[in-house]
């Protein structure tokens, strides 16, 4: 199955909202006041955000939409959406980078985020794609307090072949990243994924422990991370945007990565997180498997999410 596919079924949840929605609201070829105020709905019900749902109905008032005879009312309003949301997005698209930069010795990528959002999934998924890249991948467990975490990080290891660095149960978090990228280095790998516990927001010694984290590893290996990847749950829709802030304060975050979009009806959420904090998207996530997530494509994205083949 093509990535498309699996994105636009994961998505099915909120695409099927819409679709039926735009379906019930545009029987009649002309737009008028009724409509709008009931696409304003659908758009904020699917947490497109409150500006960027108004944001649409004034453009689509203003807009002298023409409706030929052989398309459906609702296919016009959606192509009209989604063109409209492709341009709000363009700039949240950015490669994934996993291969070092010249000069560089090993690429660090730490991952962060609120408890269960999908951060040691989303470290083995994205290392089975720096792997198939051609890349000497390893991973470093930092979350050294919960056996069942480093050991689930193993799995991810052990099934792509790949080292797994960290220091027993215990051992402080910033030691075993620290370990971790120095073992890393040595054993001439090309990327590192780092992967914190999960840590809620507003608790501030679980915070300025990943501080110290992010510290640490620029002292074991200057210029590191390299990338620091936010990792956001999908089904909590923008209120994942309370977050952001949080792990900006401690660590310089380069990008946000969403994940579960398959199970929630609220997958707009990815437009207010993006034109709210202005970081990159650089992956989505659609589920539970190594294939089920990829980089962030604002037009495969938008025809997902709106049901648009
Ligand atoms: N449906 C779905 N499930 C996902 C996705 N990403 C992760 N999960 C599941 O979400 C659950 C939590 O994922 P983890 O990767 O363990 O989350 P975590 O952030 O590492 O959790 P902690 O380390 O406990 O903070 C697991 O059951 C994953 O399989 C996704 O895109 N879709
Ligand atoms: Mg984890």
Same mark, same amino acid.
């Given at each position: 199955?093509?990535?498309?596919?699996?994105? +636009?079924? &994961?998505?099915?949840?909120?695409?099927?909202?819409?679709?039926?929605?735009? +379906?019930?609201?545009?029987?009649?070829?002309?737009?008028?006041?009724?409509?709008?105020?009931?696409?304003?709905?659908?758009?904020?019900? /699917?947490?497109?955000?409150?500006?960027?749902?108004?944001?649409?109905?004034? +453009?689509?008032?203003?807009?002298?939409?023409?409706?030929?005879?052989?398309?459906?009312?609702?296919?016009?309003?959606?192509?009209?959406?989604?063109?409209?949301?492709?341009?709000?997005?363009?700039?949240?698209?950015?490669?994934?980078?996993?291969?070092?930069?010249?000069?560089?010795?090993?690429?660090?990528?730490?991952?962060?985020?609120?408890?269960? /959002?999908?951060?040691?999934?989303?470290?083995?998924?994205?290392?089975?794609?720096?792997?198939?890249?051609?890349?000497?991948?390893?991973?470093?467990?930092?979350?050294?307090?919960?056996?069942?975490?480093?050991?689930? =990080?193993?799995?991810?290891?052990?099934?792509?072949? $790949?080292?797994?660095?960290? =220091?027993?149960?215990?051992?402080?978090?910033?030691?075993?990243?620290?370990?971790?990228?120095?073992?890393?280095?040595?054993?001439?790998?090309? $990327?590192?994924?780092?992967?914190?516990?999960?840590?809620?927001?507003?608790?501030?010694? =679980?915070? /300025?422990?990943?501080?110290?984290?992010?510290?640490?590893?620029?002292?074991?290996?200057?210029?590191?991370?390299?990338?620091?990847?936010?990792?956001?749950?999908?089904?909590?829709?923008?209120?994942?945007? /309370?977050?952001?802030?949080?792990?900006?304060?401690?660590?310089?975050?380069?990008?946000?990565?969403?994940?579960?979009?398959?199970?929630?009806?609220?997958?707009?959420?990815?437009?207010?997180?993006?034109?709210?904090?202005?970081?990159?998207?650089?992956?989505?996530?659609? &589920?539970?498997?190594?294939?089920? =997530?990829?980089?962030?494509?604002?037009?495969?994205?938008?025809?997902?999410?709106?049901?648009?083949?």
């Amino acid at each position: 199955m093509s990535w498309f596919q699996r994105l +636009k079924d &994961g998505l099915q949840k909120t695409s099927e909202k819409i679709s039926d929605q735009l +379906k019930e609201t545009f029987t009649a070829r002309k737009i008028d006041d009724e409509v709008l105020e009931s696409l304003e709905e659908i758009l904020i019900q /699917s947490d497109l955000g409150l500006k960027t749902s108004m944001d649409l109905v004034e +453009k689509l008032r203003k807009t002298k939409l023409i409706f030929p005879d052989d398309k459906p009312a609702h296919e016009v309003v959606k192509a009209f959406l989604q063109e409209e949301l492709v341009k709000q997005l363009e700039g949240a698209e950015e490669p994934l980078v996993f291969a070092p930069e010249e000069g560089q010795l090993l690429r660090v990528v730490l991952l962060v985020g609120v408890n269960g /959002s999908g951060k040691t999934t989303t470290a083995g998924k994205l290392g089975a794609k720096a792997q198939a890249q051609g890349l000497k991948v390893g991973y470093g467990a930092c979350d050294t307090f919960r056996m069942a975490a480093v050991e689930q =990080l193993q799995e991810w290891a052990y099934r792509i072949d $790949v080292p797994c660095y960290t =220091l027993p149960q215990g051992s402080d978090p910033g030691a075993a990243a620290h370990r971790a990228v120095l073992q890393a280095a040595e054993d001439g790998l090309d $990327v590192l994924f780092l992967d914190t516990a999960g840590r809620l927001q507003n608790k501030s010694h =679980l915070m /300025s422990e990943l501080e110290k984290i992010y510290r640490v590893v620029g002292k074991a290996l200057p210029g590191a991370p390299h990338e620091v990847l936010l990792v956001l749950d999908g089904t909590v829709g923008q209120n994942a945007l /309370s977050q952001v802030s949080a792990f900006q304060d401690v660590c310089e975050v380069t990008g946000l990565v969403v994940t579960k979009l398959d199970g929630t009806a609220k997958g707009g959420m990815i437009l207010p997180l993006y034109t709210e904090t202005n970081l990159p998207i650089k992956a989505i996530g659609v &589920g539970e498997k190594i294939k089920d =997530l990829d980089r962030f494509d604002a037009k495969a994205y938008t025809a997902g999410l709106l049901g648009i083949e």
